[in-house]
């Protein structure tokens, strides 16, 4: 069959998954603060009605309810979606339209959602098309399970327009990929520039253009880097525009952006602090100062793996990257929300070159089901994680590729040489098997079974910890993988 | 790929699977809540009482053995809320509900899984190792679990039809392997669950008689009269009635049977659905409705002459037609039967094996459709499904098979008619009909194409069809006045198509010659 038919088969089923998954009911959150969902109307509310030196302000504009704390893109966007008025002026009256709910409201708000078709679903299948080894099935493979990644359909359905950036980011690792630098590094500021969390991400592109810059010759060398700052420091003064006349205005925007205020850590995230809060009570230990601390450990954690870029800006050592920054920082930053671990999400880049343990922290990134049983999603978790597994495990044979030469564990060997030799692949699969039924018997748990009450938090606690500790060694072995030999570019057995 | 090859059908039975799982929440019709009353209706009343309880509208009009089998049903339902349970709740929908019926027919599916699984092995495979995506057991695989009728209607819409298609199939895939005593039993139980199937009943009748009953033709494939076989008759006779018996016993014991059958057959509906089935009398009301405004414009009508109630009013009742005479249920059944005559009396008088009998009912099923008394648009899926089975075969057959699936999809769209159920339905559609132009034309590519260009035009004019209807209509000053435009132009439209598919059907049955079955 021929592959645009396959692929346009796999989108259309990706949008199915979407929408089937935005048809549940918003769970609308209780006065006075309602939900996201109320978050994003507001910000159209107030980015239609006032001016855009009043976005980030306070005179007309309350910050304490969901004031803005998006860089500018993300206020621009939503200005443009506030065009609802043409429909319904009720839906964004400045302070008259707070709590506001419909079904036609929801509608339109599941309808806006098609930002995330139009700029993250195409990025996915150039992506695919273009920049992954094999058959043309085995590319459509990847991009099926890619596109079905349940973190982002079930994230993005309550939390809005993670696709956007992530879409944009990956647009920016699809142009440095085909070796577009400038078109890359525009992408990629203006993935910054929609949400701040990219910036999990800055690090990987910074030290991959500026090792490619170092490897070309001087001339190259200069024009190329002359070239990615203008066009990087251009896209930014773009978006910043209105907020430059005045230099307290981006002060105070970058305030809102990166509220230092806030405390170590929120509800129960897997990340290693609040990880480590349930044996000794590290937040009321570390004070606000800390922070410094805090940035120290988590740029000792991305060193080594940024520096292995520097030395060999190759797009594999760039993926790898990716990976290991996003996890460093989620494992070890500041104020990290759960859902911030969907930076991860370029571990998909992974799914063709190491099915098995991409699929497998991708999964672990799902098991966010607290979160999800709160925004009311327990049977599109079931059935999305389901699908997923199912289809990564039988479309890219994941579970076939575990030998030691696959998993490019070979400097394993030259570390744990003391080590009696065993069966790689055996062992991998079981922690696989283990892991996964892990997950599950914890995930039923926690939709079945009431917490005992001197334990109120048992659940969540135990699903973070969990977490934690699978993105832990996944943060580990993809280190491990980096420092190991690149893949030979021998052809893989092609098994039709 | 590394998949192998004997384990693409789970895959593509879990697929669909999950992939029902997605509509739990989305529109559900009445059809819910008419299956929830006999739910309630099972469970908590008395056999004696099934058939006369009317508090609800929804009274139960299926065969006993479906009741029987909501019964069963019913025994699960106490446990996800037990509230459904009781027949006062009218329109009682709580999610325990919702989830509960909806994974009932995700579960109830197993049996259509089963029958696809033995109709892809009934198919002639060619010579030669193929991709798995041009195999044209995969491929019927996909049009049978991915059949976008039956997500449409079982799924969003709410009703068992895969169960039902289940037994159909299967029934179909026991003949095609020649063990004509299990279709037969089949298709006595699927009678006795849905009473509808009485429409592709003369097939089966004439079918087993003929090539049955009759255990050797002679030379030139007339009948040989002294080969009749009075056991294999009796044997049929028997499952027949042993079938019934168990269905209907009970009911016969407590002097039931009239009110029985007046629940099953109730004549007092309108000619048309309030949603006009794509078949001849959409047609017809159309032509009626021309000429009578041709007539007054052209002064040969009064307008005061003509009966006042519209057609277009949409209300299931009946009603007269102004200018061409008035039709009755006598006269479609009678339709009806000379439609379908010809196909019977050609398998019986030149029998052309299971896939003959196929054919005939596929015609069977679309005569009906055709021509019957307050046919709803889902009755086309009767005609799709098995349809599906000769197009992996045959190139003819593929290209009937495309319009008239195509066709019958699209007249399935005004069922779901919430917006935000839009986007599903278009997706949907559009991943049905690539997959099924491209596969099919793929399996038979070395024979040329499979559609004439004319066809072509009228399926691209469906898409204008649909963009007007979908998105331009209800944005236009027009929605007001004649609200029920959409739906006129829709099963015009696609009667035409379907009108085309059942002649060319025909033709492909009375001018074929022998088919000859290929060894597997």
Same mark, same amino acid.
């Given at each position: 069959?021929?592959?645009?038919?396959?692929?346009?088969?796999?989108?259309?089923?990706?949008?199915?998954?979407?929408?089937?998954?935005?048809?549940?009911?918003?769970?609308?959150?209780?006065?006075?603060?309602?939900?996201?969902?109320?978050?994003?109307?507001?910000?159209?509310?107030?980015?239609?009605?006032?001016?855009?030196?009043?976005?980030?302000?306070?005179?007309?504009?309350?910050?304490?309810?969901?004031?803005?704390?998006?860089?500018?893109?993300?206020?621009?966007?939503?200005?443009?979606?506030?065009?609802?008025?043409?429909?319904?002026?009720?839906?964004?009256?400045?302070?008259?339209?707070?709590?506001?709910?419909?079904?036609?409201?929801?509608?339109?708000?599941?309808?806006?959602?098609?930002?995330?078709?139009?700029?993250?679903?195409?990025?996915?299948?150039?992506?695919?098309?273009?920049?992954?080894?094999?058959?043309?099935?085995?590319?459509?493979?990847?991009?099926?399970?890619?596109?079905?990644?349940?973190?982002?359909?079930?994230?993005?359905?309550?939390?809005?327009?993670?696709?956007?950036?992530?879409?944009?980011?990956?647009?920016?690792?699809?142009?440095?990929?085909?070796?577009?630098?400038?078109?890359?590094?525009?992408?990629?500021?203006?993935?910054?520039?929609?949400?701040?969390?990219?910036?999990?991400?800055?690090?990987?592109?910074?030290?991959?253009?500026?090792?490619?810059?170092?490897?070309?010759?001087?001339?190259?060398?200069?024009?190329?880097?002359?070239?990615?700052?203008?066009?990087?420091?251009?896209?930014?003064?773009?978006?910043?525009?209105?907020?430059?006349?005045?230099?307290?205005?981006?002060?105070?925007?970058?305030?809102? @952006?990166?509220?230092?205020?806030?405390?170590?850590?929120?509800?129960?995230?897997?990340?290693?602090?609040?990880?480590?809060?349930?044996?000794?009570? @590290?937040?009321?230990?570390?004070?606000?100062?800390?922070?410094?601390?805090?940035?120290?450990?988590?740029?000792?954690?991305?060193?080594?793996?940024?520096?292995?870029?520097?030395?060999?800006?190759?797009?594999?050592?760039?993926?790898?990257?990716?990976?290991?920054?996003?996890?460093?920082?989620?494992?070890?930053?500041?104020?990290?929300?759960?859902?911030?671990?969907?930076?991860?999400?370029?571990?998909?880049?992974?799914?063709?070159?190491?099915?098995?343990?991409?699929?497998?922290?991708?999964?672990?990134?799902?098991?966010?089901?607290?979160?999800?049983?709160?925004?009311?999603?327990?049977?599109?978790?079931?059935?999305?994680?389901?699908?997923?597994?199912?289809?990564?495990?039988?479309?890219?044979?994941?579970?076939?590729?575990?030998?030691?030469?696959?998993?490019?564990?070979?400097?394993?060997?030259?570390?744990?040489?003391?080590?009696?030799?065993?069966?790689?692949?055996?062992?991998?699969?079981?922690?696989?098997?283990?892991?996964?039924?892990?997950?599950?018997?914890?995930?039923?748990?926690?939709?079945?079974?009431?917490?005992?009450?001197?334990?109120?938090?048992?659940?969540?606690?135990?699903?973070?910890?969990?977490?934690?500790?699978?993105?832990?060694?996944?943060?580990?072995?993809?280190?491990?993988?980096?420092?190991?030999?690149?893949?030979?570019?021998?052809?893989?057995?092609?098994?039709? | 790929?590394?998949?192998?090859?004997? *384990?693409?059908?789970?895959?593509?039975?879990?697929?669909? *699977?999950?992939?029902?799982?997605?509509?739990?929440?989305?529109?559900?019709?009445?059809?819910?809540?008419?299956?929830?009353?006999?739910?309630?209706?099972?469970?908590?009343?008395?056999?004696?009482?099934?058939?006369?309880?009317?508090?609800?509208?929804?009274?139960?009009?299926?065969?006993?053995?479906?009741?029987?089998?909501?019964?069963?049903?019913?025994?699960?339902?106490?446990?996800?809320?037990?509230?459904?349970?009781?027949?006062?709740?009218? !329109?009682?929908?709580?999610?325990?509900?919702?989830?509960?019926?909806?994974?009932?027919?995700?579960?109830?599916?197993?049996?259509?899984?089963?029958?696809?699984?033995?109709?892809?092995?009934?198919?002639?495979?060619?010579?030669?190792?193929?991709?798995?995506?041009?195999?044209?057991?995969?491929?019927?695989?996909?049009?049978?679990?991915?059949?976008? +009728?039956?997500?449409?209607?079982?799924?969003?819409?709410?009703?068992?039809? +895969?169960?039902?298609?289940?037994?159909?199939?299967?029934?179909?895939?026991?003949?095609?392997?020649?063990?004509?005593?299990?279709?037969?039993?089949?298709?006595?139980?699927?009678?006795?669950?849905?009473?509808?199937?009485?429409?592709?009943?003369?097939?089966?009748?004439?079918?087993?008689?003929?090539?049955?009953?009759?255990?050797?033709? !002679?030379?030139?494939?007339?009948?040989?009269? *002294?080969?009749?076989?009075?056991?294999?008759?009796?044997?049929?006779?028997?499952?027949?009635?042993?079938?019934? $018996?168990?269905?209907?016993?009970?009911?016969?014991?407590?002097?039931?049977?009239?009110?029985?059958?007046?629940?099953?057959?109730?004549?007092?509906?309108?000619?048309?659905?309030?949603?006009?089935?794509? !078949?001849?009398?959409?047609?017809?009301?159309?032509?009626?409705?021309?000429? $009578?405004?041709?007539?007054?414009?052209?002064?040969?009508?009064?307008?005061?002459?003509?009966?006042?109630?519209?057609?277009?009013?949409?209300?299931?009742?009946?009603?007269?037609?102004?200018?061409?005479?008035?039709?009755?249920?006598?006269?479609?059944?009678?339709?009806?039967?000379?439609?379908?005559?010809?196909?019977?009396?050609?398998?019986?008088?030149?029998?052309?094996?299971?896939?003959?009998?196929?054919?005939?009912?596929?015609?069977? $099923?679309?005569?009906?459709?055709?021509?019957?008394?307050?046919?709803?648009?889902?009755?086309?899926?009767?005609?799709?499904?098995?349809?599906?089975?000769?197009?992996?075969?045959?190139?003819?057959?593929?290209?009937?098979?495309?319009?008239?699936?195509?066709?019958?999809?699209?007249?399935?769209?005004?069922?779901?008619?919430?917006?935000?159920?839009?986007?599903?339905?278009?997706?949907?559609?559009?991943?049905?009909?690539?997959?099924?132009?491209?596969?099919?034309?793929?399996?038979?590519?070395?024979?040329?194409?499979?559609?004439?260009?004319?066809?072509?035009?009228?399926?691209?004019?469906?898409?204008?069809?649909?963009?007007?209807?979908?998105?331009?209509?209800?944005?236009?000053?027009?929605?007001?006045?004649?609200?029920?435009?959409?739906?006129?132009?829709?099963?015009?439209?696609?009667?035409?198509?379907?009108?085309?598919?059942?002649?060319?059907?025909?033709?492909?049955?009375?001018?074929?010659?022998?088919?000859?079955?290929?060894?597997?």
């Amino acid at each position: 069959m021929q592959t645009w038919s396959l692929v346009s088969i796999c989108v259309l089923l990706a949008i199915i998954a979407r929408w089937g998954v935005s048809l549940n009911s918003y769970s609308a959150g209780k006065p006075p603060m309602f939900g996201d969902y109320e978050a994003q109307r507001h910000w159209q509310e107030v980015t239609y009605n006032l001016p855009i030196q009043e976005y980030f302000n306070t005179t007309n504009n309350d910050l304490n309810y969901w004031g803005l704390d998006y860089p500018p893109l993300t206020a621009y966007h939503s200005w443009i979606c506030a065009y609802a008025k043409t429909i319904n002026p009720e839906w964004v009256e400045l302070h008259k339209s707070r709590g506001y709910e419909s079904t036609q409201h929801k509608l339109f708000m599941r309808t806006t959602l098609v930002a995330d078709l139009l700029i993250y679903i195409p990025a996915v299948v150039l992506y695919c098309l273009y920049l992954t080894d094999g058959s043309s099935k085995k590319k459509v493979s990847v991009m099926f399970c890619f596109l079905l990644y349940p973190g982002l359909i079930l994230i993005d359905y309550g939390h809005f327009y993670n696709g956007v950036s992530l879409g944009l980011a990956l647009w920016g690792i699809l142009a440095l990929g085909l070796g577009w630098d400038v078109l890359g590094s525009m992408a990629f500021s203006l993935a910054l520039n929609y949400k701040q969390m990219e910036l999990y991400h800055a690090l990987p592109f910074f030290c991959y253009l500026l090792g490619k810059c170092i490897k070309t010759g001087l001339m190259g060398r200069l024009f190329l880097l002359v070239r990615v700052g203008v066009t990087v420091l251009a896209t930014f003064a773009l978006c910043w525009l209105p907020f430059l006349a005045e230099p307290s205005q981006a002060m105070q925007v970058v305030r809102r @952006i990166f509220p230092v205020a806030r405390g170590l850590f929120e509800d129960k995230v897997a990340n290693t602090w609040c990880s480590l809060n349930t044996l000794i009570k @590290i937040r009321s230990i570390l004070s606000g100062d800390s922070q410094l601390y805090l940035l120290a450990c988590t740029l000792l954690a991305v060193l080594p793996s940024c520096i292995r870029l520097l030395t060999k800006p190759t797009f594999w050592h760039f993926k790898l990257a990716l990976v290991n920054s996003s996890l460093a920082f989620f494992l070890f930053s500041f104020q990290v929300h759960e859902k911030s671990i969907l930076l991860a999400a370029p571990a998909c880049l992974l799914l063709n070159d190491l099915p098995l343990m991409a699929l497998w922290f991708l999964q672990a990134s799902t098991f966010m089901l607290p979160l999800f049983l709160k925004d009311g999603l327990l049977v599109p978790y079931i059935v999305t994680s389901l699908g997923f597994l199912f289809f990564s495990i039988y479309l890219l044979s994941a579970l076939d590729h575990c030998s030691e030469d696959k998993l490019r564990l070979g400097a394993y060997n030259k570390l744990f040489y003391w080590v009696p030799k065993m069966d790689l692949a055996f062992i991998v699969r079981w922690k696989f098997y283990i892991s996964i039924a892990a997950m599950v018997g914890l995930s039923i748990a926690a939709a079945v079974l009431v917490a005992p009450p001197h334990l109120p938090d048992l659940f969540p606690v135990l699903v973070s910890t969990t977490a934690f500790l699978h993105f832990l060694g996944t943060f580990i072995h993809f280190n491990v993988v980096q420092f190991s030999e690149p893949p030979s570019r021998k052809s893989q057995k092609k098994s039709n | 790929m590394a998949a192998d090859s004997c *384990s693409w059908f789970p895959a593509l039975a879990v697929g669909v *699977s999950l992939l029902k799982c997605f509509f739990i929440s989305a529109y559900r019709s009445t059809d819910f809540e008419v299956h929830r009353n006999w739910l309630a209706i099972t469970h908590s009343l008395p056999v004696s009482r099934w058939y006369y309880e009317n508090a609800s509208e929804w009274t139960l009009d299926y065969p006993p053995l479906f009741a029987w089998f909501e019964f069963g049903l019913s025994q699960v339902a106490r446990r996800f809320d037990a509230n459904m349970l009781q027949v006062e709740k009218l !329109n009682y929908a709580s999610p325990a509900t919702v989830l509960f019926q909806r994974l009932s027919v995700i579960v109830t599916d197993v049996v259509f899984i089963y029958a696809a699984r033995e109709c892809c092995r009934c198919v002639r495979e060619p010579k030669g190792s193929r991709d798995i995506l041009s195999q044209p057991s995969f491929v019927l695989a996909v049009l049978l679990l991915w059949n976008f +009728g039956l997500l449409l209607v079982d799924h969003i819409h709410f009703q068992y039809n +895969g169960f039902l298609f289940g037994f159909l199939l299967l029934s179909v895939a026991k003949h095609l392997q020649s063990q004509h005593l299990q279709g037969a039993l089949l298709f006595a139980l699927l009678l006795n669950l849905k009473h509808i199937y009485l429409y592709v009943a003369p097939a089966y009748g004439v079918y087993l008689l003929r090539s049955y009953c009759f255990t050797q033709d !002679n030379k030139d494939g007339s009948i040989r009269w *002294s080969s009749f076989s009075l056991l294999r008759l009796l044997a049929l006779g028997a499952i027949v009635t042993s079938v019934c $018996a168990l269905s209907f016993g009970p009911f016969i014991a407590m002097g039931q049977l009239p009110q029985v059958l007046s629940r099953l057959f109730p004549f007092k509906r309108g000619l048309c659905h309030a949603y006009w089935a794509p !078949n001849i009398w959409a047609l017809y009301n159309v032509l009626d409705k021309t000429l $009578a405004v041709l007539g007054v414009r052209l002064k040969l009508l009064e307008e005061a002459e003509l009966p006042l109630a519209s057609m277009t009013g949409g209300l299931v009742q009946e009603f007269e037609h102004s200018v061409l005479p008035s039709v009755t249920p006598a006269v479609t059944l009678v339709c009806t039967l000379l439609s379908i005559l010809p196909a019977a009396a050609s398998i019986w008088l030149r029998p052309r094996g299971a896939r003959g009998f196929l054919r005939c009912l596929l015609l069977c $099923a679309l005569g009906s459709f055709m021509f019957g008394w307050h046919v709803h648009e889902k009755a086309i899926l009767i005609a799709i499904l098995p349809l599906s089975i000769l197009a992996v075969e045959s190139r003819e057959d593929a290209g009937i098979f495309l319009i008239l699936t195509t066709t019958g999809h699209y007249s399935l769209f005004p069922l779901l008619f919430t917006p935000a159920e839009l986007p599903m339905k278009v997706a949907l559609m559009l991943m049905f009909s690539i997959f099924s132009f491209t596969a099919l034309r793929k399996l038979h590519s070395a024979q040329g194409f499979l559609l004439h260009p004319l066809e072509v035009i009228y399926l691209l004019g469906l898409v204008a069809v649909a963009i007007a209807c979908e998105v331009v209509f209800p944005l236009s000053p027009w929605q007001q006045r004649l609200p029920f435009l959409p739906l006129l132009v829709t099963s015009v439209y696609c009667a035409v198509g379907v009108c085309y598919a059942f002649l060319r059907l025909y033709a492909s049955l009375l001018l074929r010659r022998e088919d000859k079955p290929k060894l597997l």
